[in-house]
């Protein structure tokens, strides 16, 4: 009985493993990120909503101007998006919101867990050119007691997300 639940584990675990999207097996914080220098606008009667596909993007606001990030993620297993760095000229709200993926299912009587979108609210507050820069993990693994990042961090990230935001009065 026992080899057979070991086993039943260990098909498991490389069911689990093995899926179509690739997770960065080495994410380098410091390094010089390459992104396409051209700036899009969002309407002017819309709030600017990033999702994954706009990664490494630029983006151009005005002062006042709100935008909220919109990625998905699996926070009934513990992951969620977080800022590494708020940079000045932005203003995030401290709380944030989860959407279903697929609400036609998800809002079902009965059904739990699967993946949800991590919804961040934010303020441009200034003029200027900000990397708004972002990390996907468990909340455990990523930071210490008193919220910092932990030294091994880096090995603990499931995705990245970084936007250029150039704010404009």
């Given amino acids: 009985m026992r080899s057979v639940f070991i086993s039943t584990l260990s098909v498991i675990a490389l069911l689990a493993c093995s899926t179509e999207t690739a997770l960065p097996t080495n994410v380098n914080e410091d390094a010089a ?15 600017l909503v990033l999702v994954e596909s706009d990664n490494r993007e630029n983006f151009v606001l005005g002062v006042g101007d709100s935008f909220r990030t919109r990625l ?25 919101g989860m959407e279903p993926t697929n609400p036609e299912v998800q809002m079902q009587p009965g059904f739990t867990g699967g993946n949800h979108y ?19 993990g468990r909340q455990w693994e990523l930071f210490d007691d008193s919220g910092e990042l932990k030294p091994d961090w880096k090995s603990r990230v499931e995705g990245r997300f970084q936007v250029r935001l150039v704010v404009r009065d």
């Fill in 118 to 136: 991590v919804v961040h609210s934010f303020k441009a507050l200034k003029p200027g050119d900000y990397d708004l820069v972002m990390i996907e």
């Fill in 33 to 47: 990120i390459s992104m396409d220098t051209s700036e899009t606008a969002p309407p002017k009667d819309t709030t």
């Fill in 72 to 96: 998905e993620s699996v926070p009934t297993a513990g992951y969620a998006w977080f800022v590494t760095h708020l940079p000045d000229g932005l203003e995030m709200d401290e709380d944030f």
